[in-house]
């Protein structure tokens, strides 16, 4: 199929046999005269969020230069979120990345023009761009030429220097132009939100294509051509300018030199990028409209102040907090100086002490030194006396131990007799011992021998006695007691033993019962248990999935929660978004009717009058006073009307002989009043779904929905969405879209059914557990019984057990009887075989005659012991007189010794005090030189010159050690009471002080800094503000006598901010009369209405734009036809003025009898198998001839 752009200088309009529907007009047309209102520069502080005002280029290339080229001028920023075409309103103003060059700074760091040309642009005033003379200006596009690009095999066509108006059917490759200037002039696939990457623009079923276009030059330089070759199996491309190879940098670098701007929303506005004109924020809006219009350097200005602002803030407020620290510094130094004072006076008396310290140690020195020389004289003398004393009684002393000795021997000699003698005298008294216990025997044995018939007397009682106690046991045996049977006492136990065991058997049986009744009992509560947290997980459920929304939409997420806590502020209710209160009970319908929503309408605050409404509006969106800000969310009312609602398109015999399973409204739970939103916005009543895609056939269910004017309907996994074309002969056309997976809905709410079910079995569960607990009640009273059964066995048990005790004891005590009658038999059998006693006392006398002789013999041996020790004795006193006579003589002799002995005891006495003390002032002497020297050594060198000086001079010896000690102790006393200080303050003082000075520079410095920063602040706001508020001021005159002229009111604010990247520009909307002037924004206008903002704007800046093109794509989409009139002759208007610069305005359709202006060229998109010929193309006078031919056919019908 062939593709041709046909240029024909006409206002016939044309008529189409295909195309798109166009969107639905505006619900209300404002008739009434506005009365035009200015634009006014609103000096406000509006807390606004900061962004980043720095963007990045993204240069597409892909090839292997492109990739080495890329340096810090150009880096790349990709945005890759896709949506369908239902999220469309709800992309965020930063869902397209914008590019532009980075502002270069002058030699002096600030982002602003030098000091030389400030002065011409405070006064420059728009200039028009220079224009050649085939009216093109530089960068204008000249020729485009495309090859296997999209839709197109190839074309070529020339637009003209002015208005540009491509139009033609839906399909025929119109919005592909505008793709074609953005990727050939090297700007990135973000910018029209379609496609991302360079591959899925070479058309299906080729392996390459090229994008050739060429550009106006500067005046006197050649047009730049640029090719950019596409293929189908890579992501990369290829530039050629002018014929030559170059790379993507070198592209950018001539788009940048002729200010194209692409990336520009208020400059190129693809047809999927309208909706995000309206969601730029106003700061971002105020960035891009002075990259597209006014002053060139309004851009750098603003780029300077917001630097430079930002700098001036972190600089003030560095010496804010240097000046606060300051004063602290000042402050704790000050309290510091009592402290370091008294710390001086301190440390003097410590130096006088360590100063006192030294002389004392000094001075007793020398004071020890002279007590030892003394004691050393002393010592020498008495020494010489006692060695004199020594001489003259050495004959005494000779004499004297010669006695000694003499004196010692005979006391040995005596101490030796008396020795032998003590010896005797011990083996005579042992032989009187002995002696002494033979006669003892003796006494014995007669004593036995007189005692013989009192024994033979006892033997024969003891018989009696035993044979008295023997016959007694006899009898006990013979004549027993009576006893129970033993026997008969073990059958009685036997028995009762099996009744027990009956009991116990009957107890285990209980037991059993019991275990069962309770495991019973445990499964029934665990069932209990099990539906309580099933169905507080279906309530968990919900409470997840508004988590879930806060993740993605905080916003809305809030006002859900504020909502639940202020319904009672509301007349009805308001609905809570879609996706938290509708439930698909039928998980196998859940993916479609998620497709039948757009990503809003999933988040809807739903109102059922006209006050909820506007309440929620101004205490949300409006103001802050909802969630203390303004949020950003969807609402929606609509009065019901349900005679309005357009009827389904098949009826429900219609839907099943088609093979549909029902409506998509059928397959849904949700409350009543929200029915309404989803029948007249979301079209479920008109959504036929089908889960098997066989039983459809798809011609005839188009036909069959085609007849009410279109509709919407999903077979299997396929959306299609049925339109009639505005044009022709409206025929029927279907798009169609592949069903997303649902990921909002797949979660859905809690399903009332399984709800029911687990109630229904939490309730049968509990009826268990009560059957179970009365069960237990009977089981526990079985228990009780068999429980006094135990008893009442017990008790008799007992009973025998003890009358058994009784029997057996009986027997014992019969068989201990036959004991002891065995044991006294055999006593009473001794006693009477005893011996006789006359045999005994023969036995008794031999004994006896035996003791006497033995005795007769110690007596001789007794005698003899007694003559020796007589014997010994006399040698024993001789030799004691001797010693007495020589002790006599040692007497005398000592007396005389011992007076000459005291003398010299005295006077060693004398020597041994004087050598102690020589001995003690030595060693005090040497000890006090030590610690003197010790001491020297330790001092600091100032105190060792000092003591040095007083040595020298005397003045160390001029006090005694106690006069020291005194005055030592006196400073020691006034130390103490001079408060300590720690040596660390005055070391913090003189370092603080230190710091005092260096922060009182680094503050004069900084504030040297702020007050250049300040004027160098000065300067850009006195070139940027008034220049934009003139510019402001121009597009807001344009803009709101704009708006007037449809009957409706607008204007353009300057937002002012402190942050100078806060500074916005608010676009300001009425579309009727009971209104007041809103905000443009995503959400809140319709889409006519925000096109209709969008395309008034771009025309109000058109006559300050700076760009060489600007292009927009079916801007009038959703616009009624009074307003897209309005518009299209203002734009006429607008961009065929003499100064104007090249515009492009693509749209599916044109109304009739629209302005036409001789600089305006129409550019024809056909499509077909078969075009028009060459021939007669363009030809005025036949268009003309054509389009009254036209009238007059019409009017005759």
Not at 189 to 203: D, H, Q, Y
Not at 775 to 784: I, M, P, R, T
Not at 810 to 819: G, Y
Not at 879 to 890: P, R
Request: overall charge negative; glycine content about 4%.
């Amino acid at each position: 199929m062939a593709r041709r752009v046909v240029s024909k200088n006409t206002d016939d309009s044309q008529k189409e046999n295909s195309g798109v529907a166009r969107r639905p007009a505006m619900e209300k047309n404002h008739t009434q005269e506005r009365t035009t209102r200015s634009t006014r520069a609103m000096r406000e502080h509006v807390a606004v969020p900061e962004e980043d005002d720095k963007e990045e280029e993204e240069e597409i290339g892909g090839g292997p230069a492109d990739e080495e080229d890329k340096d810090d001028d150009q880096e790349v920023e990709e945005e890759q979120e896709e949506q369908g075409p239902e999220d469309d309103d709800d992309d965020e103003e930063d869902a397209s990345p914008k590019g532009r060059k980075r502002v270069r700074v002058n030699g002096e760091g600030d982002s602003r023009p030098s000091s030389s040309s400030l002065k011409d642009e405070k006064k420059a005033r728009l200039q028009t761009l220079p224009r050649d003379v085939d009216g093109f200006v530089p960068g204008a596009i000249v020729r485009v030429q495309l090859k296997n690009f999209v839709t197109y095999d190839f074309v070529e066509f020339r637009p003209g220097p002015y208005l540009n108006m491509i139009f033609g059917p839906n399909g025929t490759g119109k919005s592909t132009i505008a793709c074609a200037i953005c990727l050939g002039l090297n700007f990135p696939p973000s910018v029209l939100g379609r496609a991302s990457e360079l591959n899925s623009f070479v058309k299906i079923g080729t392996d390459s294509g090229y994008i050739e276009i060429e550009l106006k030059g500067k005046k006197g330089k050649s047009n730049l051509v640029m090719r950019r070759t596409l293929s189908a199996n890579s992501k990369s491309s290829t530039f050629t300018l002018n014929g030559r190879s170059a790379t993507g940098r070198e592209i950018n670098t001539q788009m940048a030199e002729l200010n194209v701007q692409v990336s520009n929303l208020c400059t190129f506005l693809p047809q999927d990028k309208v909706s995000e004109f309206a969601r730029m924020s106003p700061q971002q809006l105020l960035r891009e409209t002075q990259r597209a219009a006014g002053d060139e350097h309004l851009t750098s200005w603003h780029d300077t102040l917001i630097s430079k602002g930002k700098e001036l803030k972190q600089v003030q407020e560095l010496v804010n907090a240097d000046r606060d620290q300051l004063k602290t510094m000042e402050e704790r130094n000050a309290n510091l100086e009592r402290d370091v004072k008294r710390y001086e006076e301190r440390r003097a008396i410590e130096r006088k002490i360590d100063l006192l310290e030294l002389i004392l140690p000094f001075r007793e020195y020398m004071e020890a030194k002279e007590r030892y020389e003394t004691a050393k004289a002393e010592q020498r003398r008495l020494h010489e006396h006692v060695k004199a004393l020594q001489k003259k009684n050495t004959p005494t002393l000779d004499l004297k131990k010669s006695l000694e000795r003499r004196l010692k021997e005979r006391e040995e000699h005596r101490e030796a007799k008396k020795a032998a003698t003590k010896h005797k005298f011990q083996v005579m008294r042992k032989k009187w011992t002995e002696n002494e216990t033979l006669e003892g025997q003796a006494d014995d044995l007669k004593a036995r021998l007189a005692n013989l018939k009192v024994a033979e007397k006892n033997r024969l009682r003891d018989i009696q006695k035993l044979e008295k106690a023997i016959a007694a046991a006899q009898n006990q045996i013979d004549n027993p007691p009576e006893i129970e049977d033993l026997q008969d006492l073990n059958n009685q136990l036997k028995q009762l033993n099996q009744e027990h065991n009956n009991t116990k058997a009957r107890q285990s049986e209980l037991q059993d019962r019991q275990r069962a009744n309770v495991n019973e009992e445990s499964r029934a509560k665990y069932e209990v248990n099990q539906n309580m947290q099933r169905l507080q997980q279906l309530e968990d459920a919900s409470h997840r999935k508004l988590e879930d929304l806060g993740r993605w939409d905080k916003d809305c997420a809030e006002v859900v929660v504020w909502l639940r806590k202020n319904r009672e502020r509301f007349k009805m209710e308001i609905f809570e978004p879609v996706q938290l209160c509708l439930t698909v009970p039928n998980k196998n319908y859940v993916h479609a009717v998620e497709s039948c929503f757009g990503g809003a309408q999933l988040k809807t605050f739903v109102a059922q009058c006209e006050e909820d409404y506007q309440l929620l509006n101004t205490l949300i969106v409006d103001t802050p006073q909802g969630i203390g800000r303004k949020a950003r969310i969807n609402t929606w009312f609509k009065v019901k009307n349900e005679s309005r609602l357009p009827p389904p398109p098949m009826s429900e015999e219609e839907m099943r002989q088609l093979g549909f399973d029902g409506y998509a409204i059928n397959y849904i739970d949700c409350p009543e009043g929200l029915k309404w939103y989803l029948q007249s916005e979301v079209r479920l009543h008109r959504t036929a779904i089908s889960l098997d895609a066989g039983r459809v056939d798809p011609n005839r269910a188009m036909e069959m929905v085609a007849r009410t004017g279109g509709a919407t309907y999903i077979i299997g996994n396929v959306v299609n969405t049925v339109t009639r074309s505005k044009y022709g002969k409206r025929l029927p056309q279907n798009s169609t879209k592949e069903v997303r997976q649902a990921k909002i809905l797949v979660n859905s709410a809690i399903d009332p059914q399984v709800k029911r079910g687990l109630d229904a079995a939490l309730a049968e569960a509990r009826v268990k557990l009560q059957l179970c607990k009365e069960e237990s009640e009977k089981l526990s009273v079985e228990d009780h019984e068999i429980q006094a059964a135990h008893k009442a066995y017990k008790d008799a048990y007992d009973g025998i057990n003890v009358r058994k005790k009784t029997v057996v004891a009986q027997q014992s005590h019969l068989l201990s009887l036959k004991a002891k009658i065995e044991s006294n038999q055999d006593r009473l059998d001794r006693l009477r075989n005893a011996p006789p006693v006359d045999t005994e006392r023969g036995q008794l006398k031999n004994r006896l005659l035996a003791n006497a002789r033995k005795r007769a013999d110690l007596v001789k041996e007794y005698t003899k012991l007694v003559r020796g020790a007589i014997k010994e004795q006399k040698e024993a006193t001789r030799v004691g007189l001797e010693y007495l006579q020589i002790l006599a003589n040692k007497s005398a002799l000592e007396q005389l010794w011992e007076v000459q002995e005291q003398e010299y005891r005295q006077a060693l006495a004398e020597f041994n005090d004087a050598h102690k003390l020589y001995e003690a002032a030595k060693l005090d002497s040497r000890a006090k030189l030590a610690v003197s020297k010790e001491k020297l050594d330790s001092v600091d060198d100032e105190i060792r010159d000092q003591f040095g000086q007083m040595e020298r001079s005397g003045e160390a010896n001029e006090k005694t050690s106690e006069e020291v000690e005194t005055e030592l102790q006196t400073q020691r006393a006034q130390l103490e009471m001079n408060l300590h200080t720690n040596p660390g303050v005055v070391e913090q003082y003189k370092k603080r002080k230190a710091e005092i000075e260096a922060l009182s520079n680094i503050i004069e410095e900084r504030e040297e800094k702020v007050e250049k920063i300040e004027r160098s602040i000065k300067i850009a706001r006195d070139n940027w503000q008034p220049t934009l508020e003139r510019l402001v001021a121009s597009i807001g005159k344009k803009f709101s006598a704009a708006f007037d002229r449809i009957g409706c009111a607008g204007e353009i604010r300057v937002s002012e901010h402190e942050d100078f990247d806060k500074w916005a520009i608010d676009i300001m909307v009425k579309f009727r009369d009971d209104e007041k002037l809103q905000l443009l924004t995503g959400e809140r206008q319709s889409g006519g209405e925000r096109s209709l903002t969008t395309i008034l704007y771009l025309m109000s800046l058109t006559e300050e734009a700076r760009a060489p093109f600007s292009l927009v794509d079916e801007i009038n989409q959703g616009m009624d036809q009074r307003a897209e009139r309005a518009v299209h002759n203002s734009l006429v208007e607008v961009t065929c003025k003499e100064d104007s610069g090249q515009y492009f305005l693509i749209t599916p359709k044109l109304l009739p009898d629209l302005k036409y202006h001789e600089r305006m060229k129409v550019l024809c998109v056909n499509n077909g198998e078969w075009l028009l010929e060459e021939t007669g193309t363009g030809s005025m006078i036949g268009l003309i001839e054509g389009f009254v031919n036209r009238n007059r056919s019409n009017a005759a019908a």
